[in-house]
C-alpha cells in the first residue's frame, strides 16, 4: 500500500521517498502520507542523514498549526531545511501528511542530530472535516515528539474559539489517552508556542498569560479518564514562548529574531528561579525527561507499529510497543552480530569437522585466542546497541545470544579437547617406541621406566598447553579438569601396554640366552655319550654310572639355567616397574617356552643320523679301548667276542635310557608340571596365545607328562637297535679280521 511517487508531486518537487536513490531525501521524506500510508523510507532516510548510529542522541520536534500560517518557512529557516513552501503566486492547498527532515542548519549552538517533522493539513476544522487526521497525527506526534511547537498569528492569541483552541484540546486529550497507560514512565513534552506576526505592542508576557488562562480553560473542560480527574496540565506539559516579526515587512528582525530562537534548540536544564511551569531554561529546551528513549536505529520500526495502531484505531499502548520494538531489534542486533561471529568462528567449526571426519582430529593452534575475541566481540557489539531497548527484553535476548554462541564455542573446546587427547596419547607412544628403539640400537642397556616417566610428563605439559590456551575463563563448562583425568588413564594405559611389549622385548632377550645356554650344555652331555665314558660327569675312575644319570644332569642344567634367566627376567622387570603379578606371569611363560628350547634340543640330537652316530661311538669306544681307555690290539687269544657282548649290551641299555626322559632316583619323568607350576591368575588371553601345550602340565591336550617326556617311541627305538646291532657287528667282524690278520703279518 505504497503511494506512487507521481501522487506525491508538490510545488513542482517530485516528493519521491528514496526509490531513486539517496538524491530523493534533498527534502527530507515524507513519513505519513495523504493516504494515511507510512514510508518505510524512514529507516533508510536516517540512514542516509547519519542519525541511525546516534542511540539516543537525537531529538525530535513536531510542528501544528493552521495551514498557511508559515510553518514550513520557519523550519526552513531555522534549520535549513527544504520543506515544501506555499508560493505567493499559487496559494493552493499543499499535501496533507507528515514529513521529517534532518536539521542542516551548521549552527554550533544547536543539538546534534534535530528531526523535524513538519505535520501538514491541520486546517480542516472550519470545515468540520478531517479532524480524524489531526487526532491520528497528535497521536502520533505526541508518542514520537519531545517538542510540540504550535505556530499561531499574534491577532488570534484570545481567540478561545479559533481554530488552534480546537487542536490543543485534541492534543490535550490524546495524551491523557497516550499516557494513562504510561504513567510509569512520567512522559513529559514540551509546548512551544510561536507567536508570528507580533506587533510588540503587546507585551509577550501579556500574551503567554492569555494563552495559559485559554490553555487552563481548555484543560479544565476536558472529560478526564477515571483516576485523572484531578490531574493538572502542568503534569504533562512544559510550555515555552518565542514572538517572531512579520517575515515580509520585518525581514531583517525576522532573520535576527529566527537566528535567536535556533540557539533554544540545544540541550539544556529547568532553571530553578524561575517558573517551572513556563519552563524556563538554562540552556536549550530539550530536557532529557522529554525524550520518549526510542534507539535511533529502531526508530523507523518503533513510528511504524506506532503509527499501524493509530491508523487501526487500536488502543495504543506504548510500553508494549516498546518492548515489541525491543525484540524486534535484539533480534535483528544478535542476527548482525551472528554473522560476525561466523565469519571468525565458521573456518575453524569447518576445520574441525573436516579433520574429524578424516578420521585426524586437528588441534587448532590459537584455538583459545579466537574464541574468546569473536565472543567478546559479539558479546560486546550486541550490547552496545541492544542494551539501549526495553531492559528486560535485552536481558533475556542476551542470554539467548550467550547460549547460542556458547553452545558453538563448546562444541569448538570439545573437540580440541579430543584432539589433544588422542594426538597426545599417540605422540607419547611413539616417543616412547622411538626412545626404546635408540636405546636398543646403542646397545647399552636404556631405562625404560625412565624413558616413560619423561614422555609422559612432556606428553602432559602438552595436553594443559593446548587445554590451557583452549579455556574460556568465566566459563563454567570451560575447564579440563574432567578430561585431563580421563587423558592420564589413557596414558596409564598405554604405557602398561608399552611395558608389557617391552617385557615381551626382554623375554625373548632371555629365551635367547636360555637357548644358546642350553644348545652348549645340553649338546655337551650328548657329546659325552659318545665317548662312551659317561659324559662330562663322569667320575675319573671310568666307571659308567653317569650314563644312567644322563637325564638328571640334564634337568639340573635345564632347571639351573633358567634359574639364572629367570632372575635376570626379574631383575630387570623390576628397574621398569614391572608388577609382581607381570613378573610372575613371565617367569611362567619363561620356564615353558625354555622347556620348548630344551625339548627341540633334545630332538635335535635325538635325530635318526646323530643319535646312531652317538650309539656307535658309544660302542667303538667301549670294544675298541681297554677299562684304562688303552686302545686294544686285538689278538687271535683275545675273547673278542665276550668283549663285543658286553659293550654291545652296554650300548644297547642306552637306547632304552634315552627313549624316555627319566630321573634315576625315581625312574619317573621330571616334575614338570610342578617345576613351571599353575597358570597364573593374571595371565591373559595374549598372554597364552603363543605357548606351545605341553602334556601333562597342560590338562586339556590329552597327552600324559609320560608321554610328553617320551623321546623316542616303540617303533623308532626297534629300528634304532636294528640299526645299531648291524653297526656294532660290523665293528666286530672287522676287529675279528683284524687279529686274524695280525697273526698272518
Ligand atoms: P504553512 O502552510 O504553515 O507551512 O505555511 P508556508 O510556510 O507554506 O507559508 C504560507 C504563506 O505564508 C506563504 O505565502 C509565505 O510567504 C507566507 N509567510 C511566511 N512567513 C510569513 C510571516 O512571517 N508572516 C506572514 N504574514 N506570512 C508569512
Ligand atoms: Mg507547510
Redesign the pocket.
Known amino acids: 500500500a505504497y503511494t506512487a511517487p507521481d501522487k506525491m508531486a508538490v510545488n513542482g518537487h517530485f516528493a519521491s521517498v528514496g526509490q531513486n536513490g539517496d538524491a530523493n531525501f534533498e527534502n527530507g521524506v515524507q513519513v505519513i502520507d495523504e493516504d494515511k500510508e507510512f514510508n518505510p523510507d524512514l529507516a533508510k532516510y536516517l540512514n542516509y542523514s547519519g542519525v541511525s548510529h546516534a542511540g539516543f542522541n537525537y531529538h525530535l520536534i513536531s510542528v501544528f ?10 523550519l526552513n529557516a531555522l534549520f535549513s531545511t527544504d ?6 503566486s499559487e ?1 493552493r492547498q ?1 499535501t496533507k501528511g507528515i514529513w521529517l527532515a534532518k536539521n542542516k542548519s551548521a549552527s554550533t549552538k544547536m543539538a546534534a542530530n534535530i528531526l523535524v517533522m ?1 505535520v ?1 493539513g491541520t486546517d480542516g476544522r472550519e470545515r468540520g472535516e478531517d479532524q480524524d487526521f489531526e487526532r491520528k497525527s497528535s497521536l502520533f506526534a505526541l508518542a514520537t515528539s519531545e517538542v510540540l511547537m504550535v ?1 499561531i498569528w499574534e491577532h488570534q492569541v484570545g481567540l478561545y474559539q479559533g481554530a488552534n483552541m480546537g487542536l490543543l484540546k485534541t492534543v490535550f486529550e490524546v495524551n491523557l489517552q497516550l499516557f494513562l497507560k504510561d504513567r510509569k514512565s512520567t512522559s513529559r513534552s514540551l509546548l512551544y508556542f510561536v507567536i ?2 507580533f506587533l510588540g505592542t503587546t507585551p509577550l508576557q501579556n500574551l503567554r498569560n492569555t494563552l495559559m488562562q485559554d490553555l487552563g480553560r481548555i484543560w479544565s473542560s476536558l472529560s478526564k479518564p477515571p483516576g485523572l480527574e484531578k490531574s493538572s496540565i502542568d503534569d504533562y506539559f512544559d510550555f515555552a514562548f518565542t514572538a ?5 515587512y520585518q525581514p531583517e528582525q ?1 532573520k535576527a529574531e529566527v537566528a535567536k530562537m535556533a540557539t533554544r534548540f540545544n540541550e539544556g536544564r529547568r532553571d530553578p528561579r524561575r517558573d517551572a511551569l513556563l519552563g524556563e531554561f538554562e540552556g536549550g529546551i530539550f530536557l532529557s525527561e522529554y525524550h520518549r528513549r526510542i534507539p535511533a536505529d529502531g526508530f523507523s520500526h518503533y513510528a511504524e507499529g506506532i503509527w499501524d495502531q493509530i491508523v487501526n484505531n487500536k488502543d495504543l499502548d506504548l510500553p508494549t510497543q516498546q518492548e515489541l520494538l525491543a525484540q524486534f531489534r535484539c533480534d535483528e542486533i544478535m542476527r548482525e552480530v551472528i554473522v560476525g561471529f561466523d565469519v571468525a568462528i565458521s573456518p575453524l567449526e569447518t576445520q574441525q569437522a573436516e579433520a574429524t571426519r578424516m578420521g585426524k582430529p586437528e588441534v587448532i593452534a590459537g584455538l583459545g585466542a579466537a574464541t574468546k575475541a569473536a565472543r567478546l566481540e559479539a558479546i560486546r557489539n550486541f550490547e552496545t546497541e541492544a542494551s539501549r531497548y526495553h531492559k528486560g527484553v535485552y536481558q533475556r535476548k542476551r542470554t539467548e545470544l550467550e547460549s547460542k554462541i556458547d553452545t558453538r564455542l563448546k562444541a569448538l573446546f570439545a573437540s580440541q579437547l579430543t584432539a589433544a587427547h588422542k594426538d597426545g596419547v599417540q605422540q607419547f607412544s611413539d616417543a616412547v617406541s622411538a626412545a626404546v628403539k635408540a636405546g636398543q640400537k646403542k646397545g647399552a642397556s636404556y631405562d625404560f621406566a625412565e624413558i616413560v616417566k619423561e614422555q609422559k610428563e612432556s606428553a602432559i605439559h602438552r595436553f594443559e598447553s593446548h587445554a590451557k590456551e583452549a579455556v574460556i575463563e568465566g566459563l563454567p563448562w570451560s575447564n579440563y579438569k574432567q578430561e585431563m583425568t580421563l587423558y592420564r588413564k589413557d596414558l596409564d594405559k598405554v604405557s602398561g601396554q608399552l611395558r608389557r611389549d617391552e617385557m615381551r622385548r626382554l623375554a625373548t632377550r632371555v629365551e635367547r640366552w636360555v637357548r644358546s645356554k642350553l644348545n652348549d650344555s645340553v649338546g655337551l652331555e650328548f657329546n659325552a655319550l659318545g665317548s662312551g665314558r659317561g659324559g662330562s660327569a663322569a667320575p675319573e675312575n671310568g666307571d659308567r654310572p653317569s650314563e644312567r644319570e644322563t637325564w638328571d644332569r640334564i634337568w639340573a642344567l635345564f632347571t639351573s639355567t633358567v634359574q639364572e634367566a629367570e632372575k635376570r627376567f626379574a631383575d630387570r622387570a623390576a628397574s621398569f616397574d614391572a608388577s609382581a603379578d607381570e613378573v610372575d606371569v613371565g617367569i611362567w611363560r619363561l620356564r615353558r617356552k625354555s622347556w620348548g628350547v630344551l625339548r627341540s634340543k633334545i630332538d635335535e640330537e635325538m635325530m635318526e643320523g646323530n643319535l646312531l652316530l652317538k650309539l656307535r661311538e658309544n660302542f667303538e669306544d667301549k670294544f675298541r679301548y681297554d677299562e684304562a681307555g688303552v686302545p686294544r690290539i686285538w689278538r687271535p687269544t683275545d675273547d673278542i667276542e665276550g668283549i663285543y657282548t658286553k659293550a654291545r649290551e652296554s650300548t644297547l641299555t642306552l637306547i632304552p635310557l634315552l627313549a624316555r626322559f627319566r630321573l634315576s632316583e625315581t625312574g619317573a619323568p621330571p616334575p614338570l608340571d610342578r617345576w613351571i607350576g599353575p597358570t597364573p591368575a593374571t595371565a591373559t588371553a595374549a598372554d597364552e596365545e603363543d605357548l606351545t601345550p605341553i602334556g601333562g602340565v597342560d590338562e586339556d591336550e590329552g597327552k600324559s607328562l609320560e608321554e610328553e617326556t617320551t623321546i623316542l617311541n616303540e617303533a623308532k627305538r626297534q629300528d634304532l637297535t636294528v640299526r645299531f646291532k648291524k653297526a656294532a657287528d660290523g665293528v666286530y667282524v672287522e676287529a675279528k679280521r683284524s687279529a686274524i690278520g695280525g697273526m698272518t703279518q
Do not use: A, I, Y
Open positions: 498549526g493552521s495551514q498557511s500560517t508559515g510553518k514550513s518557512t520557519l520543506f515544501s513552501v506555499m508560493s505567493e496559494r499543499t513538519d501538514e505556530n508570528r506576526d517572531l516579526p512579520h517575515k515580509l525576522f
